[in-house]
C-alpha cells in the first residue's frame, strides 16, 4: 500500500525527521488560509497523487503571491496530471500540499528498501538527489552508497558512519544526517514498510537535512497490526475494479488486451498471459481466483471481466488439483447464465474429473463456450476467436 | 532416494483440527504420508483424524519423535509457528500459509538456519516425493514416480508442469514449491544442491517468476556446479512494472527482476528456455531421451 507526500512526511515528522512546514488543501479556500497560518511571501504548491514525475508534468509549482498562489491551486485542483509514472489516463488531482519554501545548498538522495538477496533492509544514499536513483545506479554507481541493516543488530551508529563518510560529508553535517537517517530507519522498520524514498533530500544554508519529498510503501500483509496506516489509504488513488475483486478474495489487475483471463493461482494465471502473447493475442487482464476456486469466485471474476469492454473472448484456465472439475464447470454453467456472457468463453479444465467436465460443459450445448483440451490449445482458440470478434 | 521427505518422514500437522488442515491432513494420509499427530494450542489429549493432538510442538516432537512439520496456521501466527518447530528441531518445516508479513519472515529465516532446520515456503503448495509422501495441498494423483526434480514458486502452475511430464512420458521425483514470496526459506539454489547429490534425479524443471533475482543466483549456480539438465520457464513475460502480480514477490522493482533478464542469464548458463509454459514437459522429456 502507498501513500500520499503529505500523509508519509506527518509520519516521518513523528520519528524526529526533519521536514518543512506544510498543509494538505482539497479547497481553494483552505489553500488560502493555510498560506496565512504558514505565514511567508512564497510557498510551493504540489499536487498529490501516488506517482512520481510530478515536477515535470506541472505537478509541482513555486508561487510568490497570493494572487499566483489562487491561480495556480484553482489550475491544479480537479487537473489530471500525466506524468511517466500514471498513464495516458493521467491522475486526477484532488488534493494539494502547500510548503514553505526551502534554501537549496545541494541535493541528495536517501531511500530504504527491503534487499531480497541480502533479507534485510538497505540503505541507500547518493550525493545524486533530484533524478532517479536507478539512473544514477547504472550511470555513476560510484556515488551510490549502500548499507545493510541486519534487523538482529537495528540500525546502530556504524551504519550511519559508513553512510556519512561514504557521502564525503562535513562535521556539521554528519550530525544532522546521522540523525535524519537514524529516524527514517526507525519510522520503515516500525511501520514496517517496504519502500521509503525521500529524493531529494536538500542539505540548506544551514547545513541542516530536510526531506523535500517523501514516499512510503507498506507491506501489505502486515497492516493487521497497522491500523493507523489502513487509514490512511486514498481510494481514489485505486483502479475501483482492483478494489473490488480484492474485497471478494480476487486478484485483478487491468491491462490493454482484448483476451480476457481466468485462472487459478498467481504463477498460472502469468503463464495464461505469456501463452497468450505467445499465440498472437494482448491479454486484458491478470485474474487470480485463488488455487482453489468456486463457484462464488468465478461469477464475480465474469463481472468484473466483462466491465471491460476491450475484452473480445475470455480463456478460463483452471487447474482443479483438489477441487473437482465436475464441480468447477457447474460454476462456470451458472456464473455464465448469471453474468450473462456473450463473447466467447473458451474454457480449460484439468485435474480431477476433468473429463466429466468437459462432458458437462458440451451437454450444455450453449452456444459460445468452446472447450479446450490444454493451455497451448487454450489460448490458440482464445486468441482466434478474440480476434474474429474483434472485426 | 529423493530429496528433504520419503515414506520414512514422520509428519506433524501446526494447526491440525483447523478446517483447512482438517481438509488437507486427510488428503495427505489419504496418498501415504506418515502423519505421526498434529498441534493445536488448547487442544491437546485429543484425537483427531486418529491421530494424537497436542498443545507444543516439543510436546508433540518428544511423544511422536516428528522430524518434518506442515503449518497450516493462519498468517499472524505462521512465523511464531515456524520457530516454534525449529526450536523443538524439527527438521523440515513446509510452511503452506500465505501473507506472512516481511518482517516475521525476516527473523523466522535467520532463526531457522541457526537451528539447522530446512523450511520450506511460506505461501507456497509444499513439497511432495511422488508415491511415498505429500506434505502440501496438491494434488497427490498428478506426480507419478520419475527421474524429475521439479522446483516451482507457484501452485497451480507446478501442477500444470508435473501433467506435462507425466503426459510426455516421465515422472517426478520430489517436487518443491518453494512459493512467491519476497524472502523464502528455500531456494532454487539451496534445491538444486540437494538435487545434485540425489542419484534418483536425473534432470530439474525449475518455474521461476518476476521479482527478485533467485532466479538469477541459480543460473549463477548451475553455470559453475550443477550438470544435470535443466529446463526452466519464467512466468510474467506480459507482467506490467510495478504491479503485483498475486504473489507478494512476483514484483518488477524498477527495471530489475524482470523474466528476460532472468530467461537471459539462464540461458547464458546452458538452461534450456521454454519459451512457453505449454511445452515445458516436451523439453524435458526430449533432452533426457536425447542424452541416453
Not at chain 1, 2 to 22: M, R, S, W
Not at chain 1, 49 to 78: C, D, F, N, P, Y
Request: charged share 25%.
Amino acid at each position: 500500500m502507498n501513500i500520499h507526500e503529505y500523509q508519509a512526511k506527518a509520519i516521518l515528522a513523528d520519528y524526529g525527521v526533519t521536514i518543512l512546514k506544510g498543509a494538505m488543501a482539497e479547497t481553494l479556500e483552505d489553500a488560502v488560509q493555510a498560506a496565512e497560518i504558514l505565514g511567508g511571501k512564497s510557498w510551493v504548491v504540489k499536487a498529490q497523487i501516488h506517482a512520481g514525475g510530478r515536477g515535470k508534468a506541472g505537478g509541482i509549482k513555486l508561487v510568490k503571491s497570493r494572487a499566483e498562489l489562487e491561480e495556480t491551486v484553482k489550475k491544479m485542483l480537479g487537473m489530471r496530471l500525466i506524468t511517466h509514472q500514471t498513464g495516458s489516463e493521467g491522475k486526477l488531482v484532488k488534493k494539494i500540499y502547500l510548503e514553505e519554501t526551502a534554501v537549496i545548498k545541494k541535493e541528495y538522495y536517501l531511500g530504504i528498501v527491503l534487499d531480497r538477496a541480502k533479507e534485510m533492509p538497505v540503505i541507500i544514499a547518493s550525493t545524486e538527489g533530484g533524478v532517479e536513483i536507478e539512473k544514477v545506479a547504472a550511470e555513476t554507481p560510484e556515488k551510490i552508497v549502500k548499507v545493510a541493516v541486519d534487523p538482529l543488530i537495528g540500525f546502530r551508529s556504524f551504519h550511519a558512519r559508513e553512510l556519512v563518510f561514504g557521502l564525503g560529508l562535513t562535521t556539521i553535517q554528519q550530525k544532522s544526517f546521522s540523525h535524519f537517517v537514524k529516524a527514517l530507519y526507525h519510522a520503515y522498520y516500525q511501520k514496517e514498510c517496504n519502500l521509503i524514498e525521500i529524493n531529494p533530500l536538500i542539505l540548506n544554508d544551514k547545513d541542516e537535512f530536510i526531506a523535500l519529498d517523501a514516499k512510503m510503501g507498506f507491506d501489505d500483509n502486515a497492516l493487521f497490526r497497522h491500523q493507523e496506516i489502513r487509514n490512511l489509504q486514498d481510494l481514489d488513488e485505486e483502479e475501483p475494479s482492483e478494489l473490488e475483486a480484492g474485497s471478494f478474495g480476487l486478484n485483478y489487475i487491468k491491462l490493454e488486451g482484448n483476451v480476457g483471463c481466468m485462472v487459478n493461482g498467481a504463477g498460472l494465471a502469468m503463464s495464461t498471459m505469456d501463452i497468450i502473447k505467445h499465440e498472437g493475442g494482448e491479454p486484458a487482464n491478470f485474474l487470480d481466483v485463488g488455487g482453489a476456486a468456486s463457484a462464488e469466485t468465478v461469477t464475480k471474476g465474469f463481472e468484473i471481466i466483462l466491465r471491460d469492454p476491450g475484452v473480445k473472448a475470455i480463456f478460463v484456465n483452471i487447474f482443479g488439483g483438489i477441487v473437482r472439475c465436475d464441480r468447477i464447470a457447474r460454476g462456470i454453467l451458472d456464473a455464465t447464465g448469471a453474468s450473462g456472457v456473450q463473447i466467447p468463453l473458451i474454457i480449460r479444465l484439468d485435474g480431477t474429473n476433468s473429463k466429466e467436465a468437459v462432458k458437462i460443459l458440451q451437454q450444455a450445448k450453449i452456444d459460445n463456450i468452446i472447450t479446450a483440451t490444454d493451455l497451448a490449445d487454450g489460448a490458440r482458440k482464445a486468441v482466434k476467436a478474440a480476434g474474429e470478434m474483434g472485426r | 532416494m529423493s530429496i528433504l521427505v520419503n515414506k520414512q518422514s514422520k509428519v506433524l500437522v501446526q494447526g491440525f483440527t483447523g478446517k483447512e488442515a482438517t481438509f488437507h491432513s486427510e488428503q495427505c494420509l489419504s496418498y501415504g504420508t506418515n502423519i505421526v499427530g498434529g498441534v493445536t494450542p488448547g487442544k491437546g489429549g485429543q484425537i483427531h483424524l486418529g491421530k494424537p493432538v497436542f498443545n507444543t510442538v516439543r510436546e508433540a516432537v518428544r511423544a511422536t519423535g516428528a522430524d518434518v512439520s506442515m503449518i497450516l496456521v493462519p498468517s499472524a501466527f505462521a512465523a511464531d509457528a515456524i520457530m516454534e518447530a525449529a526450536a523443538a528441531e524439527i527438521r523440515v518445516i513446509v510452511c503452506i500459509t500465505e501473507g506472512i508479513p516481511v518482517q516475521d519472515v525476516m527473523y523466522a529465516k535467520k532463526y531457522v538456519k541457526d537451528k539447522g532446520s530446512v523450511l520450506i515456503g511460506p505461501n507456497c503448495p509444499g513439497i511432495i516425493t511422488s508415491e511415498e509422501s505429500k506434505i502440501g495441498i496438491m494434488p497427490g494423483f498428478v506426480f507419478k514416480k520419475g527421474t524429475i526434480g521439479l522446483i516451482s514458486k507457484s501452485g497451480t502452475l507446478t501442477y500444470e508442469m508435473a501433467k506435462q511430464i507425466v503426459i510426455n512420458g516421465a515422472g517426478i521425483s520430489t517436487a518443491i514449491g518453494i512459493g512467491g514470496d519476497p524472502i523464502i526459506g528455500t531456494t532454487f539454489v539451496d534445491l538444486l544442491k540437494l538435487f545434485k547429490d540425489d542419484p534418483e534425479t536425473e534432470a530439474v524443471v525449475m518455474i521461476g517468476e518476476i521479482g527478485g533475482d533467485l532466479e538469477i543466483q541459480a543460473a549463477d549456480y548451475i553455470e559453475q556446479e550443477f550438470t544435470k539438465p535443466v529446463v526452466a520457464f519464467i512466468a510474467g513475460q506480459t507482467a506490467p512494472r510495478g504491479k503485483r502480480m498475486g504473489h507478494a514477490g512476483a514484483i518488477i522493482a524498477g527495471s530489475k527482476g524482470t523474466a528476460i533478464e532472468k530467461m537471459n542469464a539462464l540461458k547464458n548458463a546452458g538452461v534450456n528456455i521454454a519459451e512457453t509454459p505449454a511445452v515445458v514437459g516436451e523439453t524435458i522429456v526430449k533432452i533426457m531421451k536425447n542424452k541416453e
